[in-house]
């Protein structure tokens, strides 16, 4: 089982411009909006700067010394998915569709409002990386969920990592959280966060769910708190190719809340009559 990476606290963004008085404008509007703003340093090789950067999304203008950024996107496509923003004073449609075509996920043109640009960030965030800086929601009834893998663990010992010294002893296995003693081997510890932000270490447990129990606590997740339907439940099965009747939607939630409570001991999914189910 791979462990949950830890995000860094601020997403980090990259910003290649050559018009250096543009390029500090920009930076000092991604910090105010709590990125954390890394210009390239030089133009000869993007790539280099790009893997000692490491960024979340990329800002890269069309026109550059050299190398264009239309070739640079194509170059870090072939090593990472990173969202890419062109931003460029080229306004014809061939250069729009030459940007998506090497790999670009949006066009802002010259000159911008910085608002606007701002809006392009967080929204192209918002489609590619939620699901990474959630990666792992600790639910009620000792849960862990991972939204990356669709994974539901059972966490029988966690720890706050704001509270935590590095395992001590002849096994390496023991380690403190305030004065509770817990025992962690390095495979069993896996970062969560929690509703508040807090992140922690924990002991745990994958719970074995079949695809369309996988899927079905996804969607009620993913939606939590709030109710979801029988019909949007449905609908979220059929998205994997099977066809499920009603009666066999009532069955896998049967299955689903008695395989959940063994393990935990409580109810985790819940019914709201006449509306549908939800994930406490």
Sequence with gaps: MEPVRKMDSKIRIMVVEDDAPL?????????????????????????????????????????????????????????????????SSRNDDQDKIMAIAQGGDDYVEKPFRMELLHARIEAML???????????????????????????????????????????????????AGEEEVDLTKSERRLFTRSNGQTGEVSEKEIDLTKSERRLFARLV????????????????????EYVTDAALTTIISRLRAKLKSVCGEDVVCTRKGQGYYVK
């Design 23 to 87: 390029a500090r404008e920009i930076g000092l509007a991604l910090e105010k909006w709590q990125y954390e703003a890394v210009v390239a340093e030089g133009f000869d090789d993007i790539l280099q700067e790009f893997a000692r950067i490491r960024p979340q999304l990329v800002l890269i203008d069309v026109n550059l010394p050299g190398r264009d950024g239309f070739f640079w996107c194509s170059r870090i496509r072939q090593i990472s998915k990173v969202p890419v923003i062109y931003i």
């Design 222 to 241: 993913e939606n939590r708190p709030d109710v979801v339907t029988r019909d949007e439940l449905m609908m979220a099965l059929w998205d994997t190719d």
């Design 126 to 176: 918002r489609r590619t990386y939620e699901y990474k800086v959630r990666e792992c929601i600790f639910l009620t009834a000792g849960l862990c969920y991972d939204y990356a893998a669709q994974s539901l663990y059972y966490v029988n010992q966690y720890r706050s990592t704001a509270y935590v010294e590095e395992p001590s002893g002849a096994n390496g296995q023991t380690g403190e």
